[in-house]
């Protein structure tokens, strides 16, 4: 569907789903719905008409995404585009080093978005980004890899996910926005991550204090030889880090890479779920598909 997509594409933007992601009400129910037989139909493949780096993550606010990538050569970038895959903006974020932009998520107002080296247990800037004027305030510094974050509205807190997502961390937020407890050490804010089927690419806060992430494994039969790239969703319970529910995306682009490698957002849609994908590096494509 590679042909008419992104007029396509543009009129189911504008045709229905969430156009905000403060909260995504009935999400993580309708993740729960989907089993490995699910059906997943795609309906759009638009190609990005910009060199997308290797993404990271991404988030759709009414008719534009916002979708963080790395530039190997030492840029994090925050892109903004239209539904057709055209620019509108980039944010340089990070500083030396630290320039990996990770996982993102929006609460309505702001997208949160962490910056890391690339390299786990390293060290991180978080950043609090408008999405209208693409202009960045810096939340927080941190002593490890952050890969993704959300911001939990009901608690006023954040929640990020080291490198691998082996490692869960919490913040909480003050009324002025700042990070109360910037100075703890990383060790007492450490929870581990109980689920090893896949480590998280991208989150997003889901309500009812649950996020929604989606991740890759890569499975090889000897070391060194050709990985098996298997996708899924899981629903993540942010109380206890528990997950509550796990199932595998059965998709995969026609070089073997999983829908779910890299940024993905979902939202509810009809009766089911509408899920935008970016799992290629350099020259992408946004694969758009429908489940229920």
């Given amino acids: 569907m590679v042909i008419g997509a992104a007029l396509a594409a543009g009129a189911m933007l504008r045709g229905g789903g969430a156009s905000v992601a403060q909260v995504q009400p009935g999400l993580p129910e309708r993740v729960a719905r989907l ?19 290797h993404p990271q993550g991404l988030v759709k606010i009414g008719d534009t995404f916002h ?16 539904g057709a895959g055209r620019l509108l903006g980039d944010l340089k974020l990070g500083e030396g080093a630290i320039f990996h932009p990770g996982g993102i998520d929006y609460d309505g107002t702001s997208l949160w978005v962490p910056v890391a080296e690339y390299r786990p247990d390293s060290r991180s800037i978080v950043y609090r980004v408008d ?9 927080l510094r941190f002593d490890d890899h952050i890969g993704a974050i959300v911001h939990n509205t009901d608690d006023h807190t954040l929640h990020g996910v080291s490198w691998g997502s082996r490692r869960f961390y919490r913040w909480t937020l003050g009324r002025d926005g700042r990070v109360t407890n910037a100075a703890v ?3 007492a804010l450490r929870t581990p991550n109980r689920a090893h089927y896949v480590d998280y690419q991208d989150c997003k806060y889901a309500g009812a204090r649950r996020m929604v992430c989606t991740g890759v494994t890569e499975i090889r039969q000897i070391p ?30 026609a070089g073997g890479f999983a829908m779910t490698q890299n940024p993905a957002w979902l939202e509810p849609h ?3 779920v509408r899920a935008y994908f970016v799992p290629e590096d350099d020259t992408s494509t946004m694969y758009i598909y429908e489940v229920r």
């Fill in 131 to 139: 999405p209208k004027t693409m202009t960045a305030v810096e939340v």
């Fill in 270 to 272: 009809g009766d089911g």
């Fill in 185 to 187: 050490l990383p060790s």
């Fill in 67 to 82: 979708m963080t990538s790395v530039d190997r050569a030492g840029l994090g970038h925050l892109f903004k585009m239209d």
């Fill in 35 to 53: 089993t490995r037989a699910s059906v997943w139909t795609q309906v759009a493949a638009v190609p990005i008409a910009f060199p997308t780096f």
């Fill in 224 to 253: 060194g030889g050709p990985p098996f790239r298997l996708g899924g969703i899981e629903v993540v319970n942010l109380t206890d880090g528990r997950p509550e529910y796990q199932v595998p995306v059965l998709l995969w682009t």
